[in-house]
């Protein structure tokens, strides 16, 4: 009988390893938009050029609220739209009494930071690079430490409002603002 029950137990242990597959996050469905195009947020910083209007062309901040102050239309809501979405509306913003027909170009200058803390040597905050892979970002923070588990890294990631947190393979892309967590193994 105590066989039979440490056996069930070691089979239990052994379901518990298993990842989340890499579309899975916190049991719900991943909403298109998580591995989509790139949602910009607070703390983005935006170049926004304007054909031949060089004091309407610059460099602008998101702020907390998510807006960026632009001359002559004021405050633009910029949260959760792509770039090519933000020069829409600046385009619209123009040429409603000020340009007849604004070229209007925007691309993130800056992206936010991503965090990374537990079992790595050097957790904290870090300078997002395109096209990271989770691999990459533990590189850049100093590695696992010998009591990390390698394979069980979770990932907090916010759109639209919404955190979404589970556990992603190493290949898997971070994002601007995503908080990655190394557990600590076990055993």
Do not use: W
Request: charged share 20%.
């Amino acid at each position: 009988m105590q066989r039979r029950a440490f056996l069930g137990l070691a089979l239990l242990g052994l379901g518990a390893c298993t990842t989340l597959p890499q579309r899975q996050l916190a049991g719900t469905a991943v909403p298109d938009g998580l591995d989509g195009p790139y949602r910009l947020d607070s703390g983005d910083k935006l170049r926004v050029t304007v054909f031949e209007q060089t004091a309407l062309s610059g460099t602008f901040t998101i702020d907390q609220a998510g807006y960026i102050a632009y001359p002559l239309v004021g405050n633009i809501a910029v949260r959760g739209l792509t770039t090519q979405e933000v020069a829409g509306a600046l385009t619209r913003g123009l040429r409603n009494g000020y340009l007849t027909k604004p070229d209007v170009t925007v691309e993130v200058d800056t992206y936010r930071p991503f965090f990374i803390m537990g079992e790595v040597r050097n957790p904290g905050q870090y300078t997002y690079v395109n096209t990271m892979t989770i691999e990459t970002a533990v590189a850049i923070a100093g590695g696992f430490t010998s009591r990390a588990d390698e394979r069980h890294i979770e990932v907090s990631r916010r759109l639209n409002g919404k955190t979404y947190t589970g556990t992603l393979p190493p290949s898997a892309l971070v994002r601007p603002g995503d908080v990655l967590k190394v557990a600590q193994r076990l055993f």
